[in-house]
């Protein structure tokens, strides 16, 4: 199936990535076997994290952190309400409680001010899900020196991030790298950066952790390998933990892989689309643009643009945009608008106003490496044309 038009986020796959994937069809292993190993190596590469760990996709990694963080009954959990459901849900995957803090407007992330004030006045949370929004790092060694002094668990969500990197004291940093989180995780959803089709994994520098985190991915199971304990044979398994199955396949990696070939390919060129937007919108006052860090080391996942006449003019663009095939997208509504979260915890709206600022006024452009010029010369014209 084709899209019509010009969808908001699209994949970019090769003959080269098929080639890699169908070598391991007619391979022995189909799921998570040797090629999942050299990705999660691949992915240790690139962010510098200690350990990697693969598995079905970006909400099954938050999950899996959730339960290696031993969040349960009721520990309270905090994320950023300007995300995709998961970064919450994993939260409750796991029976916690869910607040969110309110966002910074300079970063469209969680503010490290309100989560210094929340855990003074309010609680401190068990865990702290601060989101990598576009593909811009919120200031992760800030909520690193509140951890450290509240005492929370940090799971960085990267799900935008591949690829990005954010600076602190003259060092330069990968998103994922853990060096200001205890974990973090990625998507390889076909919107991402690099696609597996579906995939995730989660990232950390704690050895304790990564065992944790493999042993649920895979069931909680325990195989006998020490020949001379007493378990009742070379066959047995243990399950002493509650795990899932959160594999994700050889195949899957095997096109993960191919694509990490390209990462830098495709990062130039989400920037390059960047700056011709930045270039055409700038200076102009009915337009908001992206945060400025969008333009520095990132990997841009998205490009939001906010109206600066609000509600009305972006409901306007966000149909004369669709009209023209320009399939334009809204990231995100506050996650504690939900009514599963409303009715749970009583959250009302007006809770984050940064968050709620910035949804009634934002709109994704495009934003794919396969777009060609043409395409986003026709999409800043059409945006120009309808303000
Ligand atoms: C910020 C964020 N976190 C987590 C996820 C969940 O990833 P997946 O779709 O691979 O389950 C997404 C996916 O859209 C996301 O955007």
Redesign the pocket.
Known sequence: MKWQGIPYAKHWVTQEDIRGVCDILSSDFLTTGPVAQIFENRLCELTGAGYAIVC???????HLACMAADIHDTDLGVTSPN?????AN?IEFCRGRTDFIDIDLSTLCMSPDKLETYCREQAVPRVVIP???AGLAPDLPRFRALSKEFGFLIIE????ALGSTYSFEGNTFACGSCAHSDMA?????P??TITAG???AILTNDPDLAERLRLLRNHGMVRNQDPKTPWDGPWYYEMDTLGYNYRITDFQCALGISQMDRLGQFKARRNQIVSLYNQAFHGNTQLILPPEGLATDACP?LYPLQLANGKEARLALYKALHARGIHCQI??IPIYWQPYYAKKYGYEKGKCPGAETYYSRTLSLPLYPAMSDDQVQEIIDAVLANL
């Open positions: 079905a996709n970006g909400t099954a990694a938050l995300s995709f459901l998961a970064s994993c989101v990598d929004f969500d990267a799900a935008h995780i990625f998507s390889f959803h919107a991402k579906e995939g995730g996942h990231h995100y």
